[in-house]
């Protein structure tokens, strides 16, 4: 898989990108992400990319032009490279909530272009344009798309053959299987802090176990629901 990111401030994503897991798989070429800095496709001396908006109102808008080159340049690379066209995504406050069935999706292309909003967003016709989708991280409201976008490519990333050690690592997690949350889990020692791990997780029964964690992670899939 292949992802490119389009943003102000491609040093803070690679940076992130560059570490923990989604850094140990880059080096291994298991999956490749890309950062581009919008103002590079600027054809302002100065490199601005930001102008007021029409019909006035606080802050500035990001323009059209160089988010389209900047995406243009990267579909054009892909071409030469027969690489499949990629799916366009805006990280949007307005976009479709995302959710793991989403990631499960992204996850299966093959190539992905995650914008990133900043300032007020960007020229609506830019969006009409050229985006596919718009995606939002939840109902709150960041400084710019650069975080969303690092946790969609994060998600993306670890569903990627290899890149976690085990499919189990995943498939038994938060969400992934009909939105039930993981039970509660324990590591040494027995006890801390007065608190003991609960005795069946060390009785060696392993069908006990198992039904204990199916029923945990129930139990909390309900009472997270009932917080909503």
């Known amino acids: 898989m292949r992802i490119d990111i389009a943003t102000l401030f ?26 581009h800095n919008i103002r590079d496709f600027s054809d302002d001396k100065h490199k601005r990319v930001d102008d007021y908006p029409y019909g006035g109102g606080k802050g500035m808008l990001i323009k ?6 900047c995406v243009k340049y990267i579909c054009e690379f892909l071409k030469l490279k027969n690489k499949i066209k990629p799916r366009i995504i805006y990280l949007s406050a307005q976009g479709k909530r995302l959710t ?13 272009i995650l914008i990133c909003g900043h300032y007020e967003g960007i020229d609506q016709r830019l969006i009409d344009e ?50 039930v949350l993981e039970y509660p889990q324990y590591t040494r020692p027995y006890e801390w802090m007065g608190r003991k791990v609960p005795e069946v997780l060390i009785s060696g029964h392993h069908a006990n176990i198992k039904k204990w964690q199916e029923e945990k992670s129930l139990e909390k899939t309900k009472y997270v629901k009932q917080q909503d």
Do not use: W
């Open 64 to 69: 059209a032009e160089p988010v389209y080159r």
């Open 10 to 35: 491609p040093d803070m994503c690679n940076l992130v990108l560059s570490e923990s897991i989604i850094g140990r798989a880059r080096e291994k070429n298991l999956i490749e992400i890309n950062c």
């Open 130 to 179: 050229i985006v596919d989708e718009e995606i939002s991280i939840g109902d709150y409201v960041v400084t710019g798309g650069e975080l969303p976008a690092l946790i969609l490519a994060d998600a993306v990333c670890r569903l990627q053959p290899g890149v976690l050690s085990d499919q189990e690592c995943f498939m038994s997690e938060s969400h992934y299987c009909d939105g």
């Open 100 to 112: 793991q069935s989403k990631i499960k999706e992204l996850a299966s292309l093959e190539n992905i």
